[in-house]
């Protein structure tokens, strides 16, 4: 393997390993994989951290060997050795270009701050319905209606025949704030999240509908706790509680973003 290549490749391992190794400190891993498997992201920056030492080791033998090769053939022809030259420069230049390639993405994933799914990602609209995501309906049963997030009380509305049942049940939840054409100009509005099961591949946008006087003001995607109880009504045909959010700050009141945006089903 030609020299610019060796060392081509030891850059891009050790690159690598650095931008795996920020994405863990900084906490920014989990704006694209899930929790449960930021382990493995510790394990892969280790990997390619060995796999850069290993390829600059063999790159320093290597470059020793050529050196004593060269030393021993320094009565070679001048035409030839300006061939070896120019075969050389020719394969470094190559071999510098690939890295470049392979090299801008990591470079990006510097210059770019990192921040979770917003509303920016959502295609058509935040679902109520979980569909496909029921793993975890029983733990809803376990959990006090107050300590409910938006994954949980979505789980419970479709695991529940008679919505009704939901009329006049308190909750406490935080998300984002959505709003879907219909919503625009009213004082309706929903509170979402993600739910992620790998990572912001496969993420779905989940909400529940909020009712509040001045909820028309609240800017979207600014973060939210909303408490309230929910009344169970039926727009368009189609039947869902909404939650009746407390008037004043008690209802709704302005959050950061949480630590951990994403909920995991």
């Given at each position: 393997?030609?020299?610019?290549?060796?060392?081509?490749?030891?850059?891009?391992?050790?690159?690598?390993?650095?931008?795996?190794?920020?994405?863990?400190?900084?906490?920014?891993?989990?704006?694209?994989?899930?929790?449960?498997?930021?382990?493995?992201?510790?394990i892969a920056a280790g990997l390619l951290f060995?796999?850069?030492?290993?390829?600059?080791?063999?790159?320093?033998?290597?470059?020793?060997?050529?050196?004593?090769?060269?030393?021993?053939?320094?009565?070679?022809?001048?035409?030839?050795?300006?061939?070896?030259?120019?075969?050389?420069?020719?394969?470094?230049?190559?071999?510098?270009?690939?890295?470049?390639?392979?090299?801008?993405?990591?470079?990006?994933?510097?210059?770019?701050?990192?921040?979770?799914?917003?509303?920016?990602?959502?295609?058509?609209?935040?679902?109520?319905?979980?569909?496909?995501?029921?793993?975890?309906?029983a733990q809803v049963i376990g959990t006090a209606?107050?300590?409910?997030?938006?994954?949980?009380?979505?789980?419970?509305?479709?695991?529940?025949?008679?919505?009704?049942?939901?009329?006049?049940?308190?909750?406490?939840?935080?998300?984002?704030?959505?709003?879907?054409?219909?919503?625009?100009?009213?004082?309706?509005?929903?509170?979402?999240?993600?739910?992620?099961?790998?990572?912001?591949?496969?993420?779905?946008?989940?909400?529940?509908?909020?009712?509040?006087?001045?909820?028309?003001?609240?800017?979207?995607?600014?973060?939210?706790?909303?408490?309230?109880?929910?009344?169970?009504?039926?727009?368009?045909?189609?039947?869902?509680?909404?939650?009746?959010?407390?008037?004043?700050?008690?209802?709704?009141?302005?959050?950061?973003?949480?630590?951990?945006?994403?909920?995991?089903?």
């Open positions: 393997m030609p020299k610019a290549q060796r060392w081509a490749q030891v850059i891009i391992l050790a690159a690598m390993g650095v931008y795996f190794t920020y994405s863990l400190l900084t906490g920014n891993i989990t704006n694209y994989i899930a929790q449960k498997f930021v382990w493995l992201t510790w060995v796999l850069a030492a290993l390829a600059a080791q063999s790159a320093l033998r290597e470059d020793a060997h050529d050196h004593d090769h060269d030393h021993d053939h320094g009565d070679h022809e001048e035409n030839e050795h300006a061939h070896h030259h120019d075969h050389a420069h020719g394969t470094g230049i190559g071999a510098w270009v690939a890295l470049g390639i392979v090299a801008l993405p990591v470079l990006l994933g510097f210059a770019v701050p990192s921040s979770p799914l917003d509303s920016r990602a959502i295609e058509g609209d935040v679902s109520s319905d979980l569909g496909s995501i029921t793993t975890g309906d209606p107050l300590q409910r997030n938006v994954l949980e009380w979505i789980r419970a509305f479709n695991t529940t025949p008679a919505l009704d049942s939901f009329n006049g049940q308190e909750a406490n939840i935080a998300g984002f704030i959505y709003r879907n054409p219909a919503m625009d100009g009213t004082d309706q509005f929903m509170v979402a999240r993600f739910v992620m099961s790998c990572c912001v591949a496969d993420a779905q946008a989940i909400g529940l509908t909020v009712e509040w006087p001045g909820g028309a003001d609240l800017a979207e995607d600014s973060w939210v706790q909303v408490r309230g109880t929910f009344q169970v009504q039926t727009t368009d045909g189609t039947t869902r509680p909404v939650l009746i959010a407390y008037d004043g700050s008690d209802g709704v009141t302005p959050i950061a973003q949480p630590e951990h945006p994403y909920l995991y089903p």
